[in-house]
């Protein structure tokens, strides 16, 4: 089995495959505070509650957009899973040609997402993953990796508007019935949730312009459930659309050695 981890910003995601199959997933909150052994207790409680155990582990895949956090994971590979982790990063081969003028500036997880999404659903394909940072790929249709455009993330947005203004308070993100409303908290959630939708969809449109013939539109990340019922351009949801991308990864190296 393959234990497949993506340390974002703001959420650890993990998953267990069984050859092309995901068995477990699971989403932590990122603290790079937390040391190999905080992290492995963890998973390891977490694996018990699938009826797993780590011995059953045979490789271990990762990416991470917090630099403090890959010694730990490299640690927690080693230690927990007696496995070398493959870290994505460069020199690691993807099966993607990265098209962005300086590669070493592509995230990790935006590769991941790009290979996962070109594997399922071909291409060109746009991938909008709502993370902490709201981001847009365009893979086009032989699988190179061409850019995209990165936007404040939701939840980032919704903080600020708690911090740097007095009287607006911290909200729960749900969907108001309308987008007229009638107290602050239904208007933020408005202007939260409405506002992002729109954001997506004026983006895509104008990527569609540059990226003609795109076969889907792929969201993925904590909320694009919720913001892709309202935006008319999203066409499906993925949420472990980064696992898939880790695990082709994966086998991509083995076969190579």
């Known amino acids: 089995?393959?234990?497949?981890?993506?340390?974002?910003?703001?959420?650890?995601?993990?998953g267990v495959f069984r050859g092309k199959e995901l068995v477990v997933s699971w989403r932590i909150a990122t603290d790079p505070r937390k040391t190999e052994d905080e992290y492995g207790i963890i998973l390891l409680n977490l694996l018990a509650t699938g009826n797993l155990r780590a011995d059953q582990v045979e490789?271990?895949?990762?990416?991470?957009?917090?630099?403090?956090?890959l010694p730990v994971l490299e640690k927690l590979a080693r230690k927990y899973f007696q496995q070398e982790p493959l870290i994505l990063g460069p020199g690691i081969r993807t099966g993607m040609d990265i098209k962005y003028e300086n590669p070493r500036e592509v995230g990790a997880d935006r590769v991941a997402n790009a290979v996962g999404a070109y594997s399922r659903y071909g291409g060109p394909v746009i991938v909008v993953d709502f993370g902490t940072a709201t981001t847009f790929c365009a893979v086009s249709a032989v699988g190179e990796y061409l850019g995209g455009a990165i936007a404040p993330g939701i939840g980032s947005a919704t903080?600020?508007?708690?911090?740097?203004?007095?009287?607006?308070?911290?909200?729960?993100?749900?969907?108001?019935?309308r987008v007229i409303g009638r107290n602050t908290v239904?208007?933020?959630?408005?202007?939260?949730?409405?506002?992002?939708?729109?954001?997506?969809?004026a983006i895509v449109r104008r990527m569609k312009e540059e990226l003609p013939g795109v076969k889907k539109v792929v969201a993925t990340g904590g909320l694009a459930n919720q913001i892709a019922v309202e935006s008319k351009t999203i066409d499906t949801v993925d949420d472990m659309l980064v696992l898939e991308g880790l695990r082709l990864i994966y086998l991509r190296n083995r076969e190579g050695e």
């Open 59 to 69: 490789a271990v895949v990762a990416a991470s957009v917090v630099p403090p956090l």
């Open 159 to 177: 903080e600020a508007l708690f911090r740097y203004a007095a009287k607006l308070p911290r909200i729960e993100l749900v969907t108001p019935p």
């Open 186 to 201: 239904a208007s933020m959630q408005a202007g939260i949730i409405f506002g992002f939708a729109g954001q997506v969809d």
């Open 1 to 14: 089995m393959i234990l497949a981890l993506d340390v974002g910003n703001t959420h650890l995601v993990a």
